[in-house]
């Protein structure tokens, strides 16, 4: 099992034919063939006419796949959009994304970019990130992503659920006709409804916005990254530079899917423990801090380096052994599973387990950092 100093080592964490068929066969099979030929045509279509603008809630909500500078700009003028929101697209290597934001604060509308994969689960985070700006920002509103056909029609479903519409109302935005083509039991997107529904179904709430909006804050968690963390020992208020720490931590997988554990370091699920500081003054919102992509987090210990499967309702004890850093200060203390090279259960799902940490000095000589 690694034990890593934080400072000192930081580890940053994805049959034959014949000739005697019957007329029924040949019906069932043409068919089949014209139904595979009408999903893929619907499809063809739609990609024909990437960057369309469908009209999700009249003068409030619309949805597109993303524009060039002259269609966003004709847009704009011609519609009102006063909010545009890109559902792809953030670093350097996205250079569109700079360019549509100076030309959205060129014309007084403001941009915002949230980001997330078509092929996940959307995580906590965003979905609280998409809620907030159909509720405060200014509309017009434009969802758009790369074709128009996913992540828009995602966040155009959840506007209309908000807006009180029926669930199999707002699930059109995610339908063959609005150009998303899935399997709906393995779309993370569809999933995500369909999570939300079994939600109403178990608790005997009624459809509508309040329900909708109860179960993203206090019930949702992507089903692959839903788990509950109890510390069985609790983490010391203070600790002696270097020394090591062994943390009992008990771990119920509460998703629908199995958790996979290998015996390898770069693969499987695990728990896991990160640190931030020395800190003077504790950021308000840690898990903001965790949840960045290459911030200031060091990975300092794992435990679970083993084969094996957890599945959903199981439940394991852990023992995690992490070295306190040999800089004296204040730290924060991350504790969660991890899927290796892949995600942190925090990055889309619950927090984990956060600790405050004091790390005073041992032996002379040991180094008191500077709180940054």
Same mark, same amino acid.
């Given at each position: 099992?690694?034990?890593?100093?934080?400072?000192?080592?930081?580890?940053?964490?994805?049959?034959?034919?014949?000739?005697?068929?019957?007329?029924?066969?040949?019906?069932?099979?043409? *068919?089949?063939?014209?139904?595979?030929?009408?999903?893929?045509?619907?499809?063809?279509?739609?990609?024909?006419?990437?960057?369309?603008?469908?009209?999700?809630?009249?003068?409030?909500?619309?949805?597109?796949?993303?524009?060039?500078?002259?269609?966003?700009?004709?847009?704009?003028?011609?519609?009102?959009?006063?909010?545009?929101?890109?559902?792809?697209?953030?670093?350097?290597?996205?250079?569109?994304?700079?360019?549509?934001?100076?030309?959205?604060?060129?014309?007084?509308?403001?941009?915002?970019?949230?980001?997330?994969?078509?092929?996940?689960?959307?995580?906590?985070?965003?979905?609280?990130?998409?809620?907030?700006? =159909?509720?405060?920002?200014?509309?017009?509103?434009?969802?758009?992503?790369?074709? &128009?056909?996913?992540?828009?029609?995602?966040?155009?479903?959840?506007?209309?659920?908000?807006?009180?519409?029926?669930?199999?109302?707002?699930?059109?935005?995610?339908?063959?006709?609005?150009?998303?083509?899935?399997?709906?039991?393995?779309?993370?997107?569809?999933?995500?409804?369909?999570?939300?529904?079994?939600?109403?179904?178990?608790?005997?709430?009624?459809?509508?916005?309040?329900?909708?909006?109860?179960?993203?804050? &206090?019930?949702?968690?992507?089903?692959?990254?839903?788990?509950?963390?109890?510390?069985?020992?609790?983490?010391?208020?203070?600790?002696?530079?270097?020394?090591?720490?062994? =943390?009992?931590?008990?771990?119920?997988?509460?998703?629908?899917?199995?958790?996979?554990?290998?015996?390898?370091?770069?693969?499987?699920?695990?728990? *896991?423990?990160?640190?931030?500081?020395?800190?003077?003054?504790?950021?308000?919102?840690?898990?903001?801090?965790?949840?960045?992509?290459?911030?200031?987090?060091?990975?300092?210990?794992?435990?679970?380096?083993?084969?094996?499967?957890?599945?959903?309702?199981?439940?394991?004890?852990?023992?995690?052994?992490?070295?306190?850093?040999?800089?004296?200060?204040?730290?924060?203390?991350?504790?969660?599973?991890?899927?290796?090279?892949?995600?942190?259960?925090?990055? =889309?799902?619950?927090?984990?387990?956060?600790?405050?940490?004091?790390?005073?000095?041992?032996?002379?000589?040991?180094?008191?950092?500077?709180?940054?």
């Amino acid at each position: 099992m690694p034990d890593h100093d934080a400072l000192d080592a930081p580890v940053r964490s994805r049959g034959p034919t014949g000739s005697h068929r019957t007329p029924g066969r040949r019906l069932v099979r043409r *068919g089949a063939m014209l139904a595979g030929g009408l999903a893929f045509a619907v499809l063809v279509l739609w990609m024909a006419n990437d960057g369309r603008v469908l009209e999700v809630i009249p003068g409030q909500v619309v949805r597109s796949g993303r524009l060039d500078q002259g269609e966003l700009r004709q847009l704009i003028e011609s519609t009102g959009v006063r909010t545009v929101v890109s559902l792809t697209g953030s670093g350097p290597e996205n250079d569109w994304v700079g360019a549509e934001r100076e030309l959205c604060a060129a014309l007084g509308v403001h941009h915002a970019t949230l980001p997330f994969s078509v092929d996940e689960w959307p995580g906590r985070p965003r979905v609280e990130q998409v809620i907030h700006l =159909l509720d405060e920002a200014e509309r017009p509103l434009l969802f758009h992503c790369l074709r &128009g056909v996913d992540r828009s029609g995602w966040a155009s479903a959840v506007a209309l659920l908000l807006a009180d519409a029926p669930l199999d109302e707002a699930l059109r935005q995610l339908s063959p006709r609005s150009g998303h083509v899935c399997d709906r039991s393995a779309c993370p997107l569809h999933r995500f409804f369909a999570s939300y529904a079994a939600h109403l179904a178990a608790t005997g709430l009624p459809e509508g916005a309040a329900s909708f909006r109860q179960w993203a804050a &206090g019930s949702y968690c992507p089903e692959a990254y839903n788990a509950e963390l109890e510390l069985l020992t609790e983490l010391p208020a203070s600790a002696t530079a270097g020394e090591t720490l062994r =943390l009992a931590v008990r771990v119920t997988n509460r998703g629908a899917d199995s958790w996979r554990m290998t015996d390898s370091q770069t693969s499987g699920v695990r728990l *896991g423990a990160r640190l931030i500081g020395p800190v003077a003054v504790p950021p308000a919102d840690p898990v903001a801090v965790f949840r960045t992509p290459g911030g200031p987090a060091a990975d300092v210990a794992r435990a679970g380096l083993e084969a094996g499967v957890m599945p959903p309702g199981s439940r394991r004890d852990f023992e995690l052994r992490l070295r306190a850093p040999r800089r004296a200060g204040r730290y924060l203390l991350q504790i969660d599973m991890v899927d290796e090279r892949v995600h942190w259960f925090s990055d =889309l799902g619950w927090p984990g387990l956060i600790r405050s940490l004091e790390v005073v000095p041992g032996a002379a000589g040991t180094p008191t950092a500077a709180p940054g």
